[in-house]
């Protein structure tokens, strides 16, 4: 499954982690937002809508950082991971998820996160 993912700091430099809905695979765990990139669209078109179906803001700009790879169990996950340059609206949660919050980027390893999400939280630590 290839996804598409946005790390989104606020004015505070904090990052947005979103907990996954319960009654999904690995419900209640955190990641940062996104999801599945459709046959139909490229990996930046796929960040666009599904922030806007996930938490209600409009993509302006983005910068790719890059693609990490995972493997689950039941399958392998490819992650294409954007920077979220600048946004329209206000994040809330609009699919069932349980919860969302604003995090220090040293803070964000303290959430029980997906183990995908916590190789991009690595890497964003390297970068920073």
Known sequence: MTVAVGVIFNSD?????????LHKPFGGLWEFPGGKIEPSETASQALQRELI???????????????????????????????????????????????????SLDAVDKYPLLEATLKVHKLLLIFR
């Open 13 to 21: 430099n904090e990052i947005l982690l979103v907990q996954r809905p």
């Open 53 to 103: 179906e996930e938490l209600g803001i409009e993509v302006k700009s983005h910068t790719y950082l890059g693609c990490i790879a995972h493997d689950y169990a039941a399958q392998q996950v490819k992650l294409n991971v954007y920077q979220v340059d600048s946004f329209v609206g206000t994040p809330y949660c609009r699919e069932l998820q349980p919860d969302m919050r604003w995090v």
